[in-house]
């Protein structure tokens, strides 16, 4: 049976001294979890948090990758650089970077493969908006943005995590129902059966304000496999919490 994942995405939170006390709260409740833990924090303390982790069994993330190997794109980090650093997974095609960054399927699926050629595994996010949620556009849009990434490693497909983030229910305090996020899971799970005979070994995460007091039921889910955690994950207990209810 493939161990559950619990990854906490800091997003645009922190500094040296809260991601201290933070990590540092992380690991003094952690004890040897029965799931495996990641935190994805911003890139500039991705040297403050390897430090932090260093010999833990919390996996460092990275909350995006440069769709590009190196060269002449001003801002951007890419896989390599990221590998540098013990990053070990690298969230590509979050709601927040396809709406505030017009970041597209296509590249999304190419970011994808960045990271897989420096070896760091994609948590690729996939997820509807309300609108689509209400015109009944659910399964075609998860399905459409799993497809990009399937299309575009083939061969590799069972390397990934994917993360099924409402995008309605992210920060929103709104999370989907265990049964409406298993309905999507399964779909996302058929679609992975038929792209590969490895479709088992992918974990499947929901994302979308959980916490502490959800998190049970949801991972309680026959195809969920994990959570992705925004921002329950930036107080220790809370995440702490999550990750006991993964065991
Ligand atoms: C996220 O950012 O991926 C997320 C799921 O956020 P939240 O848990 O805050 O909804």
């Known amino acids: 049976m493939k161990k559950k994942l619990i990854a906490g995405n800091w997003k645009m939170n922190g500094g040296l001294a809260a991601n201290e006390a933070l990590v540092k709260g992380l690991l003094a409740g952690l004890g040897t979890p029965a799931c495996d833990v990641a935190v994805a924090v911003p890139s500039p303390y991705l ?3 390897q430090g932090l982790l260093s010999g833990a069994s ?3 993330g990275a909350q995006d990758v440069s769709a590009f ?3 002449a794109y001003t801002g951007e980090v890419s896989a390599a650089m990221l590998k540098d650093f013990g990053v070990r997974y690298a969230l590509v095609g979050h709601s927040e970077r396809r709406q505030y960054h017009g970041e597209t399927d296509a590249v999304v699926a190419e970011k994808a493969r960045q990271a897989l050629a420096s070896g760091i595994t994609p948590i690729v996010c996939v997820g509807e908006t309300l609108q689509e949620r209400e ?3 659910t399964e075609s849009v998860v399905k459409r943005q799993l497809a990009a990434v399937i299309h575009v490693n083939g061969h590799c497909i069972s390397e990934i995590v994917v993360a099924y983030e409402p995008v309605w229910a992210i920060g929103t305090g709104r999370t989907a129902s265990p049964e409406q996020a298993q309905q999507v899971h ?6 992975l059966m038929a ?6 070994r992918v974990r499947l995460l929901y994302g ?3 916490n502490a007091a959800n998190a049970a039921e949801l991972l309680a889910q026959p195809d969920i496999d994990g959570g992705l955690v925004g921002g329950a994950s930036l107080k220790a207990e809370d995440f702490l919490k999550i990750i006991a209810a993964a065991q």
């Open 47 to 49: 040297a403050q948090v």
């Open 58 to 60: 919390i996996a460092l």
């Open 69 to 71: 190997a190196s060269g």
């Open 135 to 137: 015109a009944g556009q």
């Open 186 to 191: 399964a779909v996302l799970r058929a679609q």
């Open 195 to 200: 792209a590969t005979p490895h479709a088992d």
């Open 208 to 210: 979308g304000s959980m």
